[in-house]
C-alpha cells in the first residue's frame, strides 16, 4: 500500500507531508483499486466455499437417493418371498385340516373316532391315544373328560369344499406361483387366469361359513377336547377361517408389490401388479357377497349344494289375495286390482341365479339387519324365472 502510495507522490518529509491534488486523487484512486481486489478476492473464495457445499449436497441427495431405493427393493424382495412363503405355509395348514377332520366324516363302520361307548384306555401308555382302534378321538386321557359324538353329516358341513380347496393351491397356485414369482408378467397372467376358480372355489366356500360357525358352537366342547387330545395349536374355528383370510393376503401382497414396483420406477412390473389386484379385487368381491347369502334367514335349502351364484339383483314380487302376508320388515310399495278383482300387492325382493336354483328372498329395511329373508325358491329344470317373481 505505502509503494502504492508512494508511486504516485504521497510521501512525508521531516513530519510533514508535502500535498499534491494530483497526488490525492491518484492516492484515492489507488485505495478503490485496492478495495476491488479484495472484495474479488472475498467473492472467488465464497464461490470456492459454495460450490464444496454444492459437491457436498449432491453427495448427500444422491446417498438418500441410494438409500430409498435400496429400501424399496428390500420391500419388493420380502413380499415376494412372503408371498411365496405363505403359500407353502397355508397348503400345510389345509393338509393338517384335512388330515385331522375329514377321517371324522368317514362311515363308523369305516372308522373309531366318534364311538358314543366310552372306551378303554390302552394298556401300554406309550402308545399313542388315535392307535387305539376303539378310543374316542375327544377323550381325554388324563381328565376321563369325553365330548359327545358329532353326527358326520355335520362334520361334512362344516369342512365344505375344504379339501377341494387344499388340492388347488397344492397343485395348481403353489406351482404357478413357484414358477411366477419373480416375473410380474407371468403373476398377472397367473392370477387373472384363476380369477374364475378362484371366485367358483372359495364362493362355494364363503357361502357356507354361517353353516359352519354354527356347528362349531353346538358342538364346542367335542372340538376342544379334539384340539388338547390332538395336540393341536388351533382349535378348528380358527383353522376353517384361514381360507377366507388368504384372498385377504393376497390382495395386500400384490398392492405392496404395486406400490414397490412404482417407487422403484419399474412401470411395466408396477402395472403386471395392479392388473393381478384387480382380478383378486373381483374374487373378494364375490366371495363377501357369498358369505352375505350364505347368511340368508329361513333357508330350508343347502345354499352351497346350488352351484356358482351366476346372477343376483333387484326384483318387484307380486302376491294376490290370502299370499299378501308378509314380514313387518318388508316394505310394500303398492296394492291394485288385477282383472279377476283380486287384490295384487307389489313388494321389493332380490333374487339369486344359481346353476341349480332360483332363489327369492327379502331384504330387511333396518339398518341392524341387512340379512337376506327367504321368501321362495324353484329348481331350474324346465322352470321361468316368472313364475316365482
Not at 37 to 58: A, P
Not at 109 to 129: E, F, G, T, Y
Not at 335 to 345: C, D, F, K, T
Amino acid at each position: 500500500m505505502e509503494l502504492i502510495k508512494s508511486g504516485f507522490g504521497l510521501h512525508k518529509h521531516k513530519n510533514q507531508e508535502i500535498l499534491n491534488p494530483t497526488s490525492i486523487l491518484m492516492a484515492q484512486i489507488a485505495d478503490h483499486f485496492i478495495s476491488d481486489l479484495q472484495i474479488d478476492v472475498k467473492k472467488k473464495e465464497d464461490y470456492v466455499e459454495t460450490s464444496e457445499k454444492g459437491k457436498i449436497n449432491i453427495g448427500n441427495h444422491e446417498a438418500m437417493n441410494a438409500l430409498m431405493k435400496s429400501k424399496y427393493e428390500n420391500t419388493y424382495t420380502r413380499l415376494l418371498s412372503e408371498l411365496l412363503e405363505t403359500e407353502r405355509k397355508y397348503v400345510q395348514d389345509l393338509e393338517e385340516v384335512c388330515s385331522t377332520y375329514l377321517p371324522l366324516a368317514i362311515d363308523p363302520a369305516k372308522r373309531s373316532s366318534l364311538l358314543i361307548d366310552r372306551p378303554r384306555v390302552a394298556s401300554c401308555v406309550a402308545r399313542r391315544l388315535h392307535s387305539c382302534p376303539t378310543i374316542n378321538q375327544s377323550y381325554n386321557q388324563h381328565t376321563g373328560e369325553s365330548g359327545p359324538p358329532v353326527d358326520r353329516r355335520q362334520i361334512c358341513e362344516m369342512l365344505g369344499n375344504v379339501e377341494d380347496i387344499k388340492d388347488y393351491h397344492k397343485k395348481v397356485m403353489l406351482p404357478k406361483l413357484e414358477k411366477a414369482w419373480t416375473n410380474s408378467n407371468l403373476m398377472r397372467d397367473l392370477f387373472e387366469c384363476e380369477k374364475s376358480k378362484l371366485s367358483i372355489k372359495y364362493g362355494r366356500y364363503c357361502i357356507n361359513t354361517e353353516r359352519s360357525s354354527s356347528i362349531i358352537a353346538e358342538n364346542l366342547q367335542f372340538f376342544s377336547l379334539l384340539q388338547t387330545t390332538r395336540g393341536l395349536q388351533l382349535r378348528v374355528d380358527a383353522q376353517l377361517i384361514k381360507p377366507v383370510q388368504r384372498i385377504t393376503r393376497y390382495h395386500m401382497f400384490l398392492s405392496g408389490l404395486a406400490k414397490a414396483s412404482a417407487d422403484l420406477g419399474i412401470d411395466e412390473a408396477s402395472a403386471d401388479y395392479s392388473a393381478a389386484l384387480d382380478a383378486i379385487l373381483a374374487v373378494a368381491d364375490h366371495t363377501n357377497t357369498m358369505m352375505w347369502v350364505g347368511k340368508m334367514e329361513g333357508c330350508p335349502i343347502r345354499l352351497c349344494s346350488q352351484g356358482h351364484l351366476l346372477k343376483h339383483g333387484k326384483v318387484l314380487s307380486r302376491k294376490v289375495d290370502g299370499n299378501l302376508a308378509v314380514p313387518s320388515s318388508s316394505v310394500l310399495i303398492s296394492l291394485y286390482r288385477n282383472a279377476h278383482n283380486q287384490i295384487v300387492g307389489i313388494w321389493p325382493c332380490h333374487i339369486l341365479l344359481f346353476q341349480q336354483a332360483v332363489v327369492l328372498c327379502r331384504i330387511g329395511d333396518h339398518t341392524e339387519n341387512l340379512n337376506l329373508q327367504y321368501v321362495k325358491h324353484v329348481w331350474r329344470v324346465k322352470k321361468r324365472i316368472g313364475k316365482i317373481i
